[in-house]
C-alpha cells in the first residue's frame, strides 16, 4: 500500500511541476468539459463471492484476508445462514429502477427515483450512524447511475471491481495537509513539502480525471487551465514494478477504470461538474 501511495504522489508531482510552466506561460482557459441534455453516468460493478463452509469472502479480487487489512467487516451468523441457502444474488440499480435477482430469478422491482432516495437518506441519517448524508451531492451520484451488485457462492476470486464515474469527487485538502473525500476523512495527509509546491506554484484547486491510463488535469478553481495530457501504460509501470520491486500487484483494474476528482486547496471554492470522454 505504501508503495502505492508512492506512485501516486511521484504522478501528483508531475502534474504539479507542469502546472507551474502552464500558469507561467499561458492564459488559455479550457472550457466546462459538459454535455447538453446529459446527466451524469456513473457506472459500478461489484463482484462478491463467498464461501460458508470456510466462511470466508472475497471482493473486487481482493481476498478475506487482503481485505481484513483495511479494517472490512466479517459477515455476522445470521447472514453467512441466508447466503448458505442462495447460489446467486445480484442486486441491480438501473435509473429509477433497483432489481433484486436470487438464483437467475427476479425477486423484486423497487422503485427508485427521488421520492424513494428522500426517504432512504432520512432512514439512513436517522439510524444508522455514519454521519448526516449531504443529500444533494447523493443525487448528483445517483441520478442516472447503473450499478451491480453480484453475490456468487463459489470459491473462486472474485471478478475485479469496474468503475466509470464521471461525477466528480470532490476532494478538500486544509492547510493542516488533512485531507477529507466527500466531506470525510480518509486517514491520509498531505505532506508539508507538497503543500510548499501548491503554494510556490500559486495552485488552489485541481481538476483530475483519470481514463484507463490518461490524465488530464486542469487547475486552479477561479480560472481553470488545462495541463498537458499525460498517458501511461500498464506494461511500462508493470516493468517499473518488477524492476524496484514496488508489489503493486494486478493493475489492470486500475487500467479498465474512469473516474475523476475535484482537488481543493484551502478555503477555495468546490470545483464540481464530471469527468467525460
Known sequence: MKNKKHIIKLVIAIIL??????????????ADLRSEGRGPTNKIY???????????????????????KYG???????????????DQVNIKLEGEELNIILNEEQLANIAWDANSRQL????????????????????????????????RNTKELSDPLLIELATLLQVKVYDSGAIRVEGR?????????????????NVNGLKLCWNKGVISTSVNVDELRELPRISLFEGGVNVLD??????????????????GAGIVIGDADPITGECLP
Not at 461489484?46 to 484476508?65: E, K, N, R, W
Not at 467487516?73 to 442462495?86: H, R, V, Y
Not at 444508522?128 to 451488485?149: F, H, M, P, T, V
Open 46 to 68: 461489484i463482484d462478491v463471492t463467498y464461501d460458508p463452509g470456510t466462511q470466508t469472502y472475497s471482493l473486487g479480487g481482493f481476498s478475506s484476508a487482503e481485505l481484513s
Open 72 to 86: 472490512a467487516p466479517d459477515f455476522t451468523p445470521e447472514i453467512w445462514q441466508i447466503l448458505a441457502n442462495l
Open 17 to 30: 511541476v507542469l502546472g507551474v510552466s502552464v500558469l507561467q506561460h499561458s492564459h488559455s482557459a479550457i
Open 242 to 259: 518488477k524492476a524496484f520491486g514496488l508489489n503493486l500487484g494486478d493493475l489492470s483494474p486500475l487500467f479498465n477504470s474512469e473516474f
Open 120 to 151: 432512504l437518506f432520512a432512514l439512513i441519517n436517522a439510524y444508522i450512524d455514519i454521519g448526516k448524508i449531504d443529500i444533494e451531492r447523493a443525487e448528483a451520484w445517483l441520478d442516472k447511475s447503473n450499478i451491480e451488485i453480484s453475490l
Open 185 to 201: 476523512p480518509i486517514g491520509y495527509a498531505m505532506t508539508p513539502e507538497m503543500l510548499a509546491l501548491l503554494k510556490a506554484a
